[in-house]
């Protein structure tokens, strides 16, 4: 075989594997196409069944309809709400949806157990279903099912849902604040229990925290009580003071003074961080000595803070840019120019 022989059969191989190639684009194309137009037809028609009727006249769907219905009943059930989405429901119901939620729940698809819990989670009568998705053992399934069951005012207690999902180890994600601020809604007092949990992750603790915090100042007594009594756990404690500054309430105020005076920088940081989000003017003086800290972060926060209080934290400030000492000097005049940005 000479060389231009083969090059001339290698070539035709590889136009012979473009056209292969080609070929199936076009079949995959085509067989999508039809998929899309029999789904589009199965929708219109159920679409009727679904927003009016009687359920108790409706029969349960044959497999293909059905996943159409179980679809399409998710994706109006999220813009509906009250008797409307009941009604809704309860028409999927009768034709079969849950069933087939049920049944998806036993799929190898992580991703195909995760969107039936969710929707699930919207049927009354499923509770026990999603509850059990607890259990799953995928994290994403567990977590989704845990977000889907805080919304509800029946959810498990939060301590038993934290230990589901194994949080620390296994449940990283930052929704968990989400998870927090959703079983706050409904339990804010047990969701206040978590933080005396000996044996929960610290992760579980400041989600809590700051689900906590965002009910305003009800929990910043709690919170001062639990930045005095933290100062053995360096990781904790500048995340509790900071939790308690965005409460805003003034009964951290003894607490975050305190703070102020701590031995660790990030406990200095975060308390004056949290003075600048309370407001608090009474901290002026303590903040000025701090502008010449040995650490950057703790000059910035205070000088921020003295920025955020106010007319008197304003006057220590211009007071310190004048300072002989260069680092006080600088930590003022850098505050006072972003100020006027």
């Not at 590889?14 to 080609?22: R, V």
């Not at 009727?53 to 109006?76: F, N, T, Y």
């Not at 933080?195 to 400041?206: C, D, G, I, P, Q």
């Amino acid at each position: 075989m000479t060389t231009l022989r083969a090059l001339w059969e290698v070539s035709l191989a590889l136009c012979l594997l473009a056209m292969l190639a080609l070929l199936t684009l076009l079949l995959a194309r085509v067989l999508s196409a039809r998929l899309f137009d029999r789904t589009s037809a199965a929708r219109q028609r159920l679409l009727p069944l679904l927003l009016d009727g009687d359920p108790a006249e409706l029969a349960p769907l044959r497999k293909r309809e059905l996943q159409a219905a179980a679809d399409l009943a998710v994706e109006i059930a999220e813009m509906t709400r009250g008797s409307e989405r009941e009604a809704l429901l309860a028409r999927a119901t009768a034709l079969g949806v849950t069933d087939l939620l049920i049944v998806r729940l036993r799929s190898r698809k992580a991703q195909s157990r995760l969107n039936a819990v969710e929707a699930l989670s919207m049927f009354e009568g499923s509770h026990q279903h999603v509850i059990g998705a607890l259990d799953d053992r995928n994290p994403d399934v567990r977590l989704g099912a845990a977000l889907a069951l805080a919304q509800h005012a029946n959810a498990p207690a939060p301590i038993d849902i934290v230990n589901k999902l194994n949080v620390g180890t296994e449940e990283n994600s930052l929704l968990l604040v989400s998870l927090m601020v959703d079983l706050a809604e409904t339990d804010s007092e047990a969701v206040a229990g978590l933080l005396f949990e000996k044996n929960l992750s610290h992760r579980v603790k400041v989600a809590a925290m700051d689900a906590l915090s965002q009910r305003g100042g009800e929990y910043a007594p709690l919170l001062a009580h639990m930045a005095r009594d933290s100062g053995n756990e360096p990781e904790l404690q500048p995340r509790i003071f900071r939790a308690l500054g965005r409460t805003g309430h003034p009964a951290g105020a003894e607490a975050i003074m305190e703070g102020l005076t701590s031995a660790n920088w990030t406990v200095r940081a975060a308390a004056a961080e949290a003075v600048g989000n309370t407001r608090l003017v009474v901290a002026a003086d303590r903040l000025s000595t701090l502008l010449n800290d040995p650490q950057y972060w703790v000059r910035y926060r205070a000088s921020e803070a003295l920025l955020r209080i106010g007319t008197r934290g304003h006057s220590v400030l211009r007071e310190a840019s004048r300072n002989e000492d260069p680092v006080v000097r600088s930590a003022a005049l850098k505050m006072l120019a972003e100020g006027r940005a």
